[in-house]
């Protein structure tokens, strides 16, 4: 089983529908969780953080439900611009904050 | 620019040839991690600094592959004998001190083997 599941998509959606990602783990003792955007052929960039008790950024919402291990992101109002592909990623405990990626879930927004 | 940056951008070398990378964190970010990205596919963690020691190593990073950030600041990676399953994105990332927080990445480096 991989450590991060994501369904790959493609998600195909009209502008201004809402559009949800799920995201699996397998390591109970995670403790950090991210979104991270990448635009095709650049780097993962930082969307959110995912906090227990969910968190909300303008269109964007992510919840955490450890007892499940999952996370997911929720994007509504969605605007062309938000075609990318959406990473989850979770902290590999251990320390050293090391991340470990899913494969990502591509979203496509169309008019 | 006060992100992380990554040079070349682009490497395209003839297989069994050597190369190597460099990443400059962001300036007070004591760790810095290499990735390596193929198509369709997450970033795969390969190495983890936290100033200058290397705390980390994949077991997908082969003997050909080795790091180093000698002063704790830029880190550089090296590929010997590269081999057309070589070619990918290697991205760079650092991340401040402390638990839980993110890591930024630099734009990358795309290696094309040929």
């Known amino acids: 089983r991989k450590e991060v599941e994501q369904d790959p998509g493609p998600f195909n959606v009209p502008e201004g529908a809402t559009v949800a990602f799920n995201c699996t783990y397998s390591?109970?003792?995670?403790?950090?969780f991210f979104w991270y955007r990448q635009d095709c052929r650049k780097e993962p960039k930082l969307l959110m953080s995912v906090y227990s008790s969910g968190n909300e950024d303008g269109r964007f919402t992510a919840q955490l439900n450890r007892a499940s291990q999952y996370i997911s992101l929720l994007i509504r109002d969605s605007k062309l611009s938000d075609s990318a592909t959406y990473l989850c990623?979770?902290?590999?405990?251990?320390?050293?904050?090391?991340?470990?990626f899913g494969t990502g879930t591509q979203l496509k927004v169309e008019l | 620019d006060t992100g992380v940056s990554q040079n070349p951008r682009h490497k395209i070398t003839k297989r069994g040839q050597n190369v190597t990378f460099r990443c400059d964190p962001i300036?007070?970010?004591?760790?810095l991690y290499w990735y390596r990205q193929t198509l369709g596919q997450g970033p795969e963690f390969l190495t983890y600094f936290q100033n200058e020691a290397q705390l980390e190593k994949s077991r997908l990073l082969s003997d050909r592959f080795s790091a180093e950030r000698p002063k704790g600041s830029f880190s550089t990676l090296e590929i010997q004998r590269t081999e057309q399953g070589d070619s990918a994105m290697y991205l760079c990332?650092?991340?401040?001190?402390?638990?839980?927080?993110?890591?930024?990445f630099g734009q990358g480096t795309r290696l094309t083997v040929v």
């Open positions: 990623v979770v902290n590999r405990p251990g320390g050293g904050n090391k991340l470990t």
């Open positions: 300036s007070e970010h004591n760790r």
């Open positions: 990332a650092s991340s401040p001190p402390g638990t839980g927080t993110p890591a930024f």
């Open positions: 390591n109970s003792a995670s403790q950090s």
